[in-house]
């Protein structure tokens, strides 16, 4: 029934490389036994002025897609009732039994710093009525979640997702144009990625189908590593993406959860991938992929770059599928929803892996450099003048001299210094400087926003005025 020539490889089954960037040591423990204790927290990162660009990239284009498909940008809080994710993401799960930031709060409840947000859309769908909007409700979301994993190369504590979230219809091809959004991001960044899908059917024939699968593996039960046999008693499902290497070759014999979908789940899926061949999205099915959450029903999906070599270092730059049940399992409505997240550390290191570089922010082309505390006074206001007009400036208001300024001025390139001294104060005057010719003329202060316009615009064409005074300025 399906394409068995799109059966995923056990990628996982590699032999795993050495993590290229796991930390050495330890810095935060390393920090407190030296005195110093302001280490960043393992697992914390600073995001960096200097690494602003790729990161805007990736949020401008999530926003613009978003947006282009009416997609409703929504804030959830940070900070939960940890019974929210408990009983979302289930209690056998890693993310709920390992990886919870849970602590009590002065209230003496006990709340988690979210570890994703789907639960969350899913309790502010039922929290402002949302079911008695028009359906779907479509909404997205772009921030911080934290899990207490083992720090490694693309896995953080606290990372950040961009979320896509459709309530209210069961179709299809909902499922199908969530996957074609996030291709539609991807290819806006120029990543090449690929989907991996299955379907994981209704919480009935998935019973029908772990009975099968438990009696599969306790006859081999011998040969479990201690992780996976917990796995076979808590939470069988999850013993699919064991990465247990006897586990992966034992899979190869395992019953597959495509043969046990009832005839409505199978219709799903192959509507859901009928679709993606008509819009052309490549993908390829993995019957091994179960997502580490529990309130999934029919389509999985997660998508990786499609060069991944599948070393088993953190690869998925998203995943999502169907959650049919959650609304209803939080005490809304039943309602079917369909979504997916995107993580926004692995998108901005494939990007830099590309050599994929953020436009270049447009640089000032004018600086002000003053010369005593009353001219710093005349510029603080000069310089809204031109922020007003569109005329970005640069300054040095720590500087003194005059000849540090201009240092600074032609490290920037631009191409005009205003410069304004006592004197020029005293006679409402400004010095407009032409940075390569090195010409200069004295000009009305309240004139020279607008002089300064009319040269950036009209340069050749508004040459520097006969009578421009031919001021030498001393070098300091
Ligand atoms: P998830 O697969 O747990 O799904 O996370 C989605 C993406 O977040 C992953 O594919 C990965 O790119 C990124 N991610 C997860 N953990 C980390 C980490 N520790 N460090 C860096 N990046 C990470 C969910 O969270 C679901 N809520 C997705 C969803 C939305 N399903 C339906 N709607």
New binding site residues.
Partial sequence: MYPKKKVAPQKESAPKKVLKEEPKKDLEEEAEKSGKTFELLRGFRDILPEDQGRWNLVRDTIRSIAESYSFDRIDLPILERSDLFQRTIGKGTD?VEKEMYVFTDPSNRSVALRP???ASAARAYISHGMLDRPQPVKMWYLGP?F?H?RPQA????Q?Y?A?F?SFGVDEPIVDAQLIVIAHQIFKQLGLDVKVEINSIGTSECRAAYLTELVSYFRAHRSKLSEDDKRRLQKNPLRILDSKEEVTRELLQGAPQILDWLDEKSKEHFMKVLEFLEEVDVPYVLNPYLV???DYYTHSVF?FVLADDTGDGS?S??????R?DGLVELLGGRATPA??????L??IVRALEAKGVNPPERPQPRVFFAQLGDASRRVGLKLYEEFRQAGIPVAEAFGKNALKGQLEAANKLGVELTLILGQKEVLDGTIIIREMESGAQEIVDVKKVVGLVKKKLELDKTVPFSDTASALILPNS
């Fill in positions: 993310i994703e947000a789907t979640m899990r994993d693309g896995r953080y504590r990372f997702q979320g979230e997502r580490g959450l997660e953190q998925a730059l998203g995943g999502g599928g959650y369909c979504g997916f997240a995107l993580g550390e692995r």
